[in-house]
């Protein structure tokens, strides 16, 4: 008995391994189909959903005429601005909390308080002050940017081995030299990962953003096409803001993999 | 005030003059709120003496040794230590995002750090771990990279606080000799602060004791290096352990010195 179940074990087990990678992609795959099948039968009328064919087809037919290209450069740059700003301002306010205890007192209080504020219902606000060009949408991405850098920063420089630190002390470092070769190296983990979570916030932020009367942008592009009840090219653009949601993720784990190669867990790989 | 003589070095090595003490501690008190940690404590180590400081746990024995190395305030009382001091942790206390020889070099001023660093690391056998992460290192390769750190700044006092206690024993028999050699070939004065009696008469030319916040006790080892555990070391043994308030019955049978009998707990209460 014994004998047959480890005889049979490592057989099953390896069968489960060599199909699981292949098997993920069955059931997706299965409902873009029943999805086609459903548009083509008219189960699902195109106004409802377009069938992934036309969406695809539309896709193609945005990219030719440059529609989309344009578009997307437009969105493009509202984040980058809005991520540049709030990324500058959280990680100021960061350092400043972060290095010294009169700084946490006048900068963490207001912080701490604003954060609790969604952001995006500033957007009545932000269009007062602002008008309803290009600022209002840029200044929601950088405030909204600004907290998941600062509380992340903040805490990686609070977070740094103070045994580090007083080693570091002890070997003549102090003042800038302490901050730059210890501080600011020991919080960089901490940093990306707020990194992260300011790209994510950053799109999920545009989408909102761009509803705020764009001319031009992905957003522009979804509200023109809810007008003509254009599904297939809405669905086009939640595509297109997913996968740039995916690139961010992917660009900082890029700068991870360069920045932080110290760390035991990618010395392994 | 009342100074002790100057004593003479027994074997220190590199023939240091020795005039001047390395270290000179004069009626020093050191208090954490209510807790008096030392109490009125003299202390004098000479130019290229090894000194060993023994004492149970939370008789500030790590606390004397960071007042030394300038990481606790002496509040202007009397404690004279040379400025060319560097202090080994028992954690290494490398910092993880610089390469080795970085950690070496850290905080060398001058071009030629990275020469000096890899001098200093070739000393201890590092020479083929230079270009590496802290991270990839063993913890003997670690501690001798922190040895190297501490070396590469030419100290005139070397500090070691529990710097093996993490170590498996061979290990430590082996940085027994790499410290004993450096000793020899650079004769900084040391203070190593350990939980293990052994240990302290095998590396030290002197072993204090350090009881109610002062030097309680002092035993003076003449003995010819390498110490390995004949019957003059078991009577200093059994001396110091009685001296930490441990009774020895009989004297144990030992294969080796390497094996401590006691072990006191290896952290302190840092306060």
Redesign the interface.
Known sequence: MTLVDTVRFPATFTGVRWSGAGRRWISPLVLLALWEVGARTGVIPPRVLAAPSAVAGTFWGLVQSGELASNLIVSFFRVAAGLAIGVAVGSALALTAGLSRLGEDVVDPPIQMLRTLPVLALSPLFIVWFGIDETPKVALIALAVVFPIYLNLFNGVRAVDPKLVEAARSFGLSGWSLIRQVILPGALPSFLLGLRFALAVAVLVLVVAEQINAQAGLGYLINNARDFMRTDIIVVCLVIYALLGLGADGLVRAIEGRAVAWRPNFLKS | MTRPAIRPVVSAPGGWPHKTPAVRVNNFTRRFGATTVLDGLDLEITQGEFVALLGRSGSGKTTLLRTL???DTADGQDVAVPSAR??V?Q?P?L????RVWRNVA??LAGGDARRRAEAALAEVGLSHRIDV????LSGGEAQRAALA?ALV?EPRLLLLDEPFAALDALTRLKMHDLVLNLWGAHAPAVLIVTHDVDEAISLADRVLVLDGGRIAAEERIDLPRPRDGGAGFQAIRRRLLGHLGVEVSAPAPRAASDTPLVNFPVRETAP
């Open positions: 190395a300038g990481l560097a202090v942790f954690e206390r910092l993880p995002w610089k850290l905080g992460w802290p991270a990839t750190r700044r």
